[in-house]
C-alpha cells in the first residue's frame, strides 16, 4: 500500500512539473479576451433569464391568456355537468326505495353511462388541452429562436444560455445578461 502511494505521488509530482514548465516557459502568451463597448467580452457568452423573459414577452403573455381561458371554460364546464350528474344521482337515490328492481337497474345504468361519459369527455379535453399548450409553447420557442439567430448576426455570441433560478446556474454576473434587449426586440417584431 505504501509503494502504491509513492508511486502516485511521483506521477502526480511529474505531472504537475510538467504542467508549471508549459505554463511559465513562455513559449505562446496567452490572449486576453477582447472587449466590447458594452464591456462584454466580445463573441462570449451571455445569458437571458427566463424568467423575466416569459413575464415580459408580450406574444407569449397574449397566447397564456387565451389558453388559461379555455382552460377556465373547460373546467367550469366539467364542474356544471359533474353537478349535474350529482344532483340526478341524489334525485336517484331519493326515488329508489320506491321503484322496481328493473326500473332501479334501468336507472343505475342510465347513471353509470352518464359518468362514464362524462369521464370520457374529461380526458378528451384535458388531451385537448394539453395539446394546445404544446402548440403554444411550440410557437413560443420557434418566435423566439428565430429573432435570436436574427439577433446574434450582429452580435455574434458563442452562446446565448438561458438562466432561470432553481437551473444549474449559481451565478451569472449582471453584465452578461441581455434580456432586456431582447424582449425590446422581440416586443417590437410582434407589434
Do not use: C, W
Amino acid at each position: 500500500m505504501k509503494q502504491l502511494s509513492l508511486v502516485l505521488n511521483a506521477v502526480l509530482l511529474t505531472a504537475v512539473a510538467f504542467l508549471y514548465y508549459k505554463v511559465y516557459s513562455g513559449s505562446q502568451p496567452v490572449a486576453a479576451p477582447a472587449i466590447s463597448g458594452s464591456g462584454m467580452p466580445a463573441n462570449g457568452i451571455v445569458y437571458i433569464n427566463s424568467d423575466s423573459l416569459l413575464k415580459g414577452y408580450n406574444y407569449f403573455n397574449e397566447l397564456k391568456e387565451t389558453f388559461d381561458k379555455r382552460q377556465d371554460s373547460i373546467e367550469n364546464f366539467l364542474t356544471s355537468n359533474a353537478r349535474s350528474l350529482e344532483k340526478e344521482v341524489q334525485n336517484y337515490q331519493n326515488r329508489a326505495a320506491g321503484m322496481s328492481p328493473e326500473a332501479r337497474a334501468a336507472e343505475e345504468e342510465k347513471l353509470m353511462g352518464k359518468q362514464q361519459n362524462l369521464l370520457q369527455l374529461k380526458e378528451s379535453l384535458i388531451d385537448q388541452l394539453q395539446e394546445q399548450e404544446s402548440v403554444m409553447n411550440d410557437s413560443v420557442y420557434y418566435h423566439l429562436s428565430g429573432y435570436l439567430k436574427e439577433f446574434n448576426k450582429s452580435r455574434n455570441h458563442l452562446f446565448i444560455m438561458r438562466y432561470e433560478r432553481g437551473s444549474g446556474v449559481l451565478f451569472a454576473n449582471d453584465s452578461l445578461d441581455i434580456t432586456q434587449e431582447v424582449l425590446k426586440g422581440l416586443n417590437s417584431a410582434k407589434e
